[in-house]
């Protein structure tokens, strides 16, 4: 089992010198925001194991997609939106992760519906799913991309505090992120 999970995590991570640990840090980080969260052993592992597989979609994106080095075009964007639904074809034949099969297609949606590829909303996506996704974003924005470089601590803050406020991400689970990494909240306003 965990050699098949490493196997296919390190098949994303070569073809995509930006995803290089991206897997490994976003399972980590969800594991911790998990423990804060008080998750069960259960709902850990299920954390643990969707981390590592969560862009494993991404294998069937064209590389000259994949790994561009500028700002995707409209109609790129859309084919990368693929890979939540591409991944979740790939591990679905394999019964010992049927339960990362949410967490794997949904890791892009957000609690205000305007996520993909579903369009869930609040409760219908998983607590699971919900903290992969805050530990996924947080990991993009500290890392450096083709079109962006990493953003420092204060920014990041903002970019989530923003997702908060509009309703995107959920609340808990970001105060939670923010204890891990040991960060102080931005004061309220209100």
Aim: aromatic share 4%.
């Amino acid at each position: 089992y965990f050699e098949t999970m490493s196997a296919l995590a390190l098949a994303v991570e070569a073809r995509d010198p930006y995803s290089r640990g991206h897997s490994d840090r976003v399972g980590e980080l969800a594991m911790r925001i998990g423990a804060e969260m008080k998750l069960s052993e259960k709902e850990l592992k299920t954390l643990r194991d969707a981390s590592r597989l969560h862009d494993i979609g991404k294998i069937g994106i064209t590389d000259s997609i994949l790994i561009k080095p500028g700002p995707l075009t409209r109609d790129e964007q859309e084919i990368m939106k693929r890979h939540p639904t591409i991944g979740e074809s790939i591990v679905k034949p394999l019964k010992t992760f049927h339960a990362l099969l949410d967490p794997i297609r949904h890791h892009h949606e957000r609690l205000d519906g305007s996520g993909y590829p579903d369009g869930l909303k609040g409760e219908q996506i998983t607590l699971v799913t919900r903290i992969m996704m805050v530990a996924d974003v947080y990991d993009a924005l500290i890392g450096d991309r083709p079109y962006r470089k990493a953003l420092d601590i204060q920014e990041v803050m903002a970019e989530f505090d923003m997702l908060m406020k509009c309703g995107k991400v959920d609340t808990s689970v970001v105060e939670s992120l923010y204890r891990v990494v040991a960060v102080a909240p931005a004061p309220s306003e209100c």
